[in-house]
Each structure stands twice: as structure tokens, then as C-alpha cells.
């Protein structure tokens, strides 16, 4: 029998992550950090957010990011913005590769 544990997410965390009430993660513990065993459609809900936001592809705002052809922004928000879309970006881009290994 696994040992299962409830996390109660703030509100707002569990928005942005796209569940609806109710919805389960399945999770593990790695030292400190809580680690998604399954990231379900969440990472491509949010990768899509900025897109919209930025009226832009995320493989078209990483590689200008990451070549300095964007400079980073001043205003922390628009920072954190951009810092969370490279995190997605990768995360989506590491999903494809694993996904693409398997079949």
C-alpha cells in the first residue's frame, strides 16, 4: 500500500496548473521538492497562456530569449513572465523528446 498524502494547493496555484476542484495530482517527494509524476496537460495550458499573452510561439520566444534578441525586462513581472515561459518551454520540449523516445 502506497502512502498517500493530502496537499492542499492555494487557489490560485491550482488555477494556473489548470485542475478543477476536486482534481488529484499524483506527486513524490524528492528531498524538499514536490515532483509532478504526471504533468497531464497543465504545462501545455500554461505554455498556451503565454502565447496568447505574447502573441508569439514559444519555440520562436525561447530561441530570441536565449540568443539576448530580447533583453530582459526591467519591470519584475514581465521578468517572471519570461522566466516561467523558458521553464514551460523546456518542460514541454523534454516531454516531445521522452514521448518521441518511447514510440
Known amino acids: ?3 498517500r498524502r493530502t496537499i492542499v ?3 490560485d496555484v491550482a488555477e494556473e ?3 478543477r476542484p476536486g482534481e488529484r495530482l ?7 521538492v514536490i515532483v ?4 497531464g496537460d497543465w504545462v501545455e495550458k500554461l505554455v498556451r497562456r503565454f502565447e496568447e499573452r505574447y502573441g508569439m510561439p514559444t ?7 536565449r540568443r539576448g534578441e530580447i533583453p530582459e525586462p526591467e ?4 521578468l517572471a513572465d519570461f522566466m516561467e515561459w523558458e521553464v514551460l518551454g523546456e518542460l514541454r520540449r523534454r516531454r516531445g523528446a ?4 518511447r514510440g
Not at 36 to 39: F, G, N, P, R
Not at 75 to 78: A, F, K, T, V
Request: charged letters at 50%; aromatic letters at 6%.
Open 17 to 19: 496548473l489548470g485542475l
Open 59 to 65: 519555440e520562436e520566444f525561447l530561441e530570441a530569449w
Open 9 to 11: 494547493l492555494d487557489e
Open 26 to 32: 499524483e506527486v513524490r517527494r524528492e528531498g524538499d
Open 75 to 78: 519591470d519584475p513581472d514581465l
Open 1 to 3: 500500500m502506497r502512502d
Open 98 to 101: 521522452c514521448r518521441g523516445s
Open 36 to 39: 509532478l509524476l504526471e504533468e
